[in-house]
């Protein structure tokens, strides 16, 4: 059984009463589909949020795009490691060149990078 709408879904589908009707292609509604699966709001949301913000001049604030869980803890894993490194080279225990150092932490800014 489908529960019951809090007291401010109710109130904001009063608020929410005009509907705003559009054209697009079928790639625009593909793209608009995919976005809003990714950032997991339902297209109605998703579109009001950009129009409203788009009205106000402003940036929409919009949910960020889920990312996938395997590579997060992977990310997690690198940088933990990285943090263990840094603190072994920081004490003297391991002699390493800042250079090198450095290499290291822009490919793996790199990579993050190009994951997104």
Do not use: W, Y
């Amino acid at each position: 059984m489908p529960s019951r709408p809090t007291r401010k879904h109710r109130r904001t589908r009063k608020l929410l009463s005009k509907f705003v009707r559009s054209r697009i292609t079928e790639t625009e509604h593909r793209q608009l589909l995919n976005q809003s699966r990714r950032r997991n709001v339902t297209v109605s949301d998703f579109v009001r949020i950009v129009v409203v913000a788009h009205l106000n001049d402003h940036r929409a604030e919009l949910p960020h795009q889920s990312r996938n869980d395997a590579f997060l803890r992977e990310l997690a894993r690198i940088g933990n490691n990285l943090n263990q490194l840094a603190r072994q080279a920081n004490t003297g225990r391991v002699p390493v060149a800042e250079d090198e150092l450095r290499t290291c932490i822009a490919a793996v800014n790199n990579l993050a990078r190009a994951s997104d």
